[in-house]
């Protein structure tokens, strides 16, 4: 039995991670598709997202590793693009563009930290922003205030979505600590271009 949901399980994350890199859905609208997708019972227990995230980077790996690689380079140039714009904000990025696995399916997500929390939304109204008000759960699951905008991706050609997810500054602290996984759940400015420099083994191959 314990082999048999072993299987059904590896067999939901493979699908789920094939319609987050070809669809850019999250993670657990992604299973929740594998499992219809697959003629599975609603309440089948759900690969959790470690296991995921390994078939997410699998499936790059295998499928494409080259095109993914280009995509992702082009999203975090415009989440740094949009972290310049708002610096004063403290901005944080996270989701898939900040751990690695963004495609030119994938959102931007960035965190901000302000003293005001109507300050970001006016700034957007300052610069003339068009955007559209709305709410997520944060972290802790409690909602949080986002404001979604589109912008131009000319490396991709394409328009991409950015939400923007305001924060109490308080909460700042908070949002730096590990993940499940021991990582980094978001990064700011510095940290991202950090992870964009590249390797030395990168540079050789060049």
């Known amino acids: 039995m314990d082999a048999y949901r072993d299987s059904i399980n ?5 699908v789920a991670a094939r319609l987050v890199v070809e669809e850019g859905l999250e993670y657990a609208a992604a299973k929740r598709r594998a499992v219809k ?15 995921l995230d390994a078939a997410v980077r699998e499936y790059i790996a295998v499928f494409c590793p080259e095109t993914q690689a280009a ?18 904000f403290r901005p944080h990025l996270g989701g898939a563009v900040w751990h690695g696995t963004a495609t030119r399916h994938s959102d931007i997500y960035l965190q901000l930290f302000c003293d005001d929390p109507k300050a970001a939304e006016l700034a957007l109204l300052d610069h ?28 991709l050609g394409q328009w991409v979505l950015v939400h923007l997810m305001v924060h109490d500054l308080d ?10 996984q021991g990582r980094k759940p978001r990064g700011d400015a510095p940290a991202l271009r950090t992870l964009m420099a590249p390797t030395p083994t990168k540079t050789q191959e060049h």
């Open 71 to 88: 995509e992702l380079l082009a999203l975090r140039d415009m989440a740094l693009l949009w972290m310049g714009r708002l610096a004063e």
């Open 37 to 51: 997708q697959l003629g599975l019972n609603t309440r089948t227990a759900l690969p959790d997202n470690v296991t």
């Open 171 to 180: 909460d700042l602290r908070g949002a730096l600590k590990p993940d499940a």
């Open 10 to 14: 590896n067999e939901m994350a493979a």
């Open 128 to 155: 003339r922003v068009e955007y559209h008000p709305g709410s997520v759960n944060g972290w802790r699951g409690e909602p949080v205030q986002a404001l979604t905008l589109r912008t131009r991706c000319d490396a």
